[in-house]
């Protein structure tokens, strides 16, 4: 079965840091461009970092550039998003996500996980 | 940054009604690069609809896109009971942004 099991998310303190895990099985995961998306409580989906098979081409959205760092070890299977300076606004569900995998720079994510939630507060 | 428009917030159906979902773009989508997802609490987002009018895999045929340029359409066209959820439309010309959703709940 294709499943991918996001883990590492808490209650953690602003200005801290958290490293959230994203373990993937049931396809092969060197051959995927990988994404993070958050849902912060009430809110919609928004989209917060992406990674090439390569690990070569990354990306950032705005709100957590400099911040946050995403990577992937693949033969471990797993993406990583490493998170520092965490602000009150980071509070969310994070999803990892794969993308449909074409050739072209950007697809849309046909699986993802169930999320892990991630609460910035002191 | 693309954003995406979703109208209207929330769509009040009883189960067998036909639901119309919308979403405008700022600005022309190369190649038609919308998707739509289904988001139910605690679940996973579910890929529904991808290059505005093909369907994901597994998909049931109730579930249709439609629409290029700027605007598009998802239609359910009979609600099952397992379709009353949030919808979001996602553009991935550029980097990708969602709308900001659309519940459908029981009237």
């Known amino acids: 079965e294709v499943q991918l099991l996001e883990s590492g998310g808490g209650l953690i303190q602003p200005g801290g840091s958290l490293r959230l895990s994203c373990a993937a099985s049931?396809?092969?995961?060197?051959?995927?461009?990988m994404n993070w998306v958050r849902q912060a409580p009430g809110k919609g989906l928004e989209w917060v970092s992406a990674?090439?098979?390569?690990?070569?081409?990354?990306y950032y959205s705005d709100s957590v550039k400099g911040r946050f760092t995403i990577s992937r070890d693949d033969s471990k299977s797993t993406l990583y998003l490493q998170m520092n300076s965490l602000r009150a606004e980071d509070t969310a569900v994070y999803f990892c996500?794969?993308?449909?995998?074409?050739?072209?720079?950007?697809?849309?994510?046909?699986?993802w996980g169930q999320g892990t939630t991630v609460i910035v507060s002191s | 940054e693309i954003v995406l428009t979703q109208s209207p917030g929330t769509l009040s159906l009883s189960p067998g009604e036909r639901a119309t979902l919308s979403c405008r773009a700022s600005q022309t989508l190369s190649r038609d690069s919308l998707a739509w997802y289904q988001l139910k609490p605690g679940q996973a987002p579910r890929l529904l609809i991808y290059g505005s009018s093909s369907r994901a895999t597994g998909i049931p045929d109730r579930f249709s896109g439609s629409g290029s340029g700027t605007d598009f359409t998802l239609t359910i066209s009979r609600l099952e009971p397992e379709d009353f959820a949030v919808y979001y439309c996602q553009q991935y010309a550029t980097s990708p942004t969602f709308g900001q959703g659309t519940e459908v709940d029981v009237k």
């Open positions: 049931g396809f092969t995961f060197s051959n995927f461009d």
């Open positions: 990674i090439d098979t390569s690990g070569t081409y990354i």
């Open positions: 996500a794969k993308e449909v995998g074409t050739p072209r720079s950007w697809d849309p994510f046909d699986i």
